[in-house]
T-cell receptor, first 115, second 115 residues
């Protein structure tokens, strides 16, 4: 079956611009996660949705970052006034249930480059 | 707070030799532990997970890991390396508390297989 998909696969933008990154989770998965992976680092947790609501947004670095999941399926990560330090691969994952033991299925990521 | 330390950013082994990738964790509550593999230009794929059942966990592709509470370790092993095992490996931890289900990842270990 279809896995987690993310669009675009690559995004190049200029400093100060606004970007949106999209995630389509596996159908029926109620939990959705966003992570950020900088070069040479492991993924860093950003935000977790259970259904439509953000259950944990403690990983968002500042108020320029925002994410939504209005219908409990597709999610969009929004970054305002992008900075060069935002350049990274943004990963999305979904799982069938919530809870720390649940397997998270990852998408291929969106590589964001801020010039 | 929880954290993961992976010793060795790069590990090189000969084809057919034992693979040992080290992971130590820090968690104030009983952890769930995971190993993920990332092949070039692909998403993270779960190799195996520990969820407080058997301490020796068997995963895909011949990998296994042993949870040792006294050593706070969850090292990944494979008896005989294959060229196709060359990839980036990440150890991750979540915990049994409610609410925060995001994974905390180590920095990763790049496994190199010498012919």
């Amino acid at each position: 079956g279809a896995g987690v998909s993310q669009t675009p696969s690559n995004k190049v933008t200029e400093k100060g611009k606004y970007v949106e990154l999209r995630c389509d989770p596996i159908s029926g998965h109620t939990a959705l996660y966003w992570y950020r992976q900088s070069l040479g680092q492991g993924p860093e947790f950003l935000i977790y949705f259970q259904g439509t609501g953000a259950a944990d947004d403690s990983g968002l670095p500042n108020d320029r970052f925002f994410a939504v999941r209005p219908e409990g399926s597709v999610s969009t990560l929004k970054i305002q006034r992008t900075e060069r330090g935002d350049s990274a691969v943004y990963l999305c994952a979904s799982s069938a249930t919530s809870g720390g033991a649940s397997e998270q299925f990852f998408g291929p990521g969106t590589r964001l480059t801020v010039l | 707070a929880q954290s993961v330390t992976q010793l060795g950013s790069h590990v090189s082994v000969s084809e057919g030799a034992l693979v040992l990738l080290r992971c130590n964790y820090s968690s104030s509550v009983p952890p769930y532990l995971f190993w993920y593999v990332q092949y070039p230009n692909q998403g993270l794929q779960l190799l195996l997970k520990y969820t407080s059942a058997a301490t020796l966990v068997k995963g895909i592709n011949g990998f296994e890991a042993e949870f040792k509470k006294s050593e706070t370790s969850f090292h990944l092993t494979k008896p005989s390396a294959h060229m196709s095992d060359a990839a980036e490996y990440f150890c991750a931890v979540s915990y049994t508390g409610g609410g925060a289900d995001g994974l905390t990842f180590g920095k990763g270990t790049h496994l190199i297989i010498q012919p």
